[in-house]
């Protein structure tokens, strides 16, 4: 899959991004605003799992995020399961490089989309930490809604963490749809 989203390209991961994508991960400000689970230092190693479980999914959930041939972040959906099937809860980041031109808001703009036409998701939320600004503000701008605060929900570096949830629904999507023409 390809879009080409102006600013940056969301497509399919590739064999071969593993070689730079280290650069761009390994970055101890982009691992404050992600779960545990995402390395830091990120390594080749890391880079190389990453690309393995990414490449051919039966599900294609996660996406380069592509500028100028290069993959400089990634932005993905967590389906859920069971009576959570039609929901999903969507997660990126970039390459501290390309932060402050747009590039997030058009990647997160794709993946909406493609959350609603392809997938027939019901809602897509997003769940940042309350002190992450700057996505809280790339989620209100593509149209996403603050649903409510979720206290000392997280534990980052052993500090208590408050997170935010924010929402957007087929209903939103299909009201975006039609004022766009």
Same mark, same amino acid.
């Given at each position: 899959?390809?879009?080409?989203?102006?600013?940056?390209?969301?497509?399919?991961?590739?064999?071969?991004?593993?070689?730079?994508?280290?650069?761009?991960?390994?970055?101890?400000?982009?691992?404050?605003?992600?779960?545990?689970?995402?390395?830091?230092?990120?390594?080749?190693?890391?880079?190389?799992?990453?690309? &393995?479980?990414?490449?051919?999914?039966?599900?294609?959930?996660?996406?380069?995020?592509?500028?100028?041939? %290069?993959?400089?972040?990634?932005?993905?959906?967590?389906?859920? %399961?069971?009576?959570?099937?039609?929901?999903? %809860?969507?997660?990126?980041?970039?390459?501290?490089?390309?932060?402050?031109?747009?590039?997030?808001?058009?990647?997160?703009?794709?993946?909406?989309?493609?959350?609603?036409?392809?997938?027939?998701?019901?809602?897509?939320?997003?769940?940042?930490?309350?002190?992450?600004?700057?996505?809280?503000?790339?989620? %209100?701008?593509?149209?996403? &809604?603050?649903?409510?605060?979720?206290?000392?929900?997280?534990?980052?570096?052993?500090?208590?963490?408050?997170?935010?949830?924010?929402?957007?629904?087929?209903?939103?999507?299909?009201?975006?749809?039609?004022?766009?023409?």
């Amino acid at each position: 899959m390809t879009i080409d989203c102006g600013s940056c390209t969301v497509r399919s991961w590739q064999y071969g991004d593993e070689e730079t994508l280290p650069r761009h991960a390994s970055n101890y400000t982009i691992w404050l605003n992600l779960r545990d689970t995402f390395p830091h230092p990120y390594t080749l190693a890391d880079a190389q799992r990453w690309i &393995q479980y990414v490449v051919d999914p039966a599900l294609e959930t996660n996406f380069a995020i592509d500028v100028a041939g %290069e993959a400089v972040g990634n932005i993905g959906l967590r389906v859920g %399961e069971d009576i959570d099937r039609y929901s999903a %809860e969507v997660w990126y980041w970039l390459g501290e490089q390309h932060w402050g031109r747009g590039i997030i808001t058009a990647a997160l703009t794709a993946i909406t989309n493609i959350a609603f036409s392809e997938l027939s998701l019901l809602r897509v939320e997003a769940i940042p930490f309350a002190r992450n600004t700057a996505s809280i503000r790339v989620l %209100e701008k593509v149209g996403y &809604q603050r649903e409510g605060l979720l206290r000392w929900s997280a534990v980052k570096e052993g500090i208590a963490l408050d997170k935010v949830v924010y929402s957007y629904t087929s209903d939103d999507w299909l009201t975006a749809q039609a004022a766009n023409g």
